[in-house]
């Protein structure tokens, strides 16, 4: 077996690893399994899945000699191993269970578009371009994606949230658990949002040294600024107590999709000086 043979299999252990999660963790919700089923899930299925995608990281770091955010292909298990840590983090210290069927299923999409629709010259190692040959690679792109999945974990909790409200408005139950969605997607926002001023700063530093200029207003650059206006928009309203929290809600429902257009919409342009990064 080649590599690629041996990442293939990986990969689609990965994405089996999260379909499965994804898959028990709906049916208990929607139909709820035996209690020993469901603490298993409960205690081993964040920790599994963990494993998988970290030893595919790994595997393919060790294969290539640098650390895998070269392309969107390698981005994409990166950005889910983000999330399946946030996961961990989540179970381990705010005990709620509504994020699993968020973040597992957002994780399978993205390792189903990484594995089954990415062509696969983008599978394949090849020799950095030398625009990537440089120690901004890590502390930009790591900065970046990890500031992603802050904030994509916020936005999830904040559109929740608004889901909630609505939903216990008309049972017109009182209950604390829209508020403490609400305060989840403020504190991953909030840890979000640093790092993505972080990673637009070390942007413009790298771009500098490998093109002679801060910004050129490239796609990506302009909607990663888009991107921060938009959260920096949430914490407008949010510290605002006048306005009540749907507004600020609202707004990070809408970056969530502001993210994504930064993220992948961009890359199908296929125009800009990130293009070494993009699908077409």
Known sequence: MN????????????????????????INKIFL?????????????????????????????????????TNLYESLFFLSWCLTTAQ??????FQTEISSILIFSL??????????????????????????????????VSVILISYACLIIGCLFAFMFLILKI?????????????EINNLSYKFIGFGFPLLTLGIISGAVWANQAWGSYWSWDPKETWALITWIIFAMYFHIRLQSKIAPEFSALIASFGFIVI?????????????????????
């Open 167 to 179: 939903f216990y408005k008309k049972s017109q139950e009182i209950t604390k658990i829209p508020i």
């Open 260 to 280: 994504w257009i930064c993220y992948l919409g961009v890359n199908l342009l296929g125009k800009g000086l990130h293009s070494y990064g993009w699908w077409i």
């Open 3 to 26: 590599f690629l043979q041996i990442e293939n299999f990986f990969t689609n252990l990965t994405f089996f690893s999260f379909f499965s999660t994804s898959l028990i963790i709906w």
């Open 107 to 140: 994780c399978l999409l993205l390792t189903a578009f990484s594995n089954f629709f990415l062509p696969i010259e983008m599978k394949e190692i090849t020799p950095l371009v030398p625009a990537l040959k440089s120690n901004w690679l890590f502390m930009h």
């Open 88 to 93: 961990i983090l989540i179970e381990t210290k």
């Open 33 to 69: 399994i035996p209690l020993t089923i469901k603490k298993l899930v409960k205690n081993y299925s964040s920790k599994i899945n963990f494993f998988f995608i970290t030893f595919l990281l790994i595997f393919r770091w060790v294969n290539s000699h640098h650390f895998p955010l």
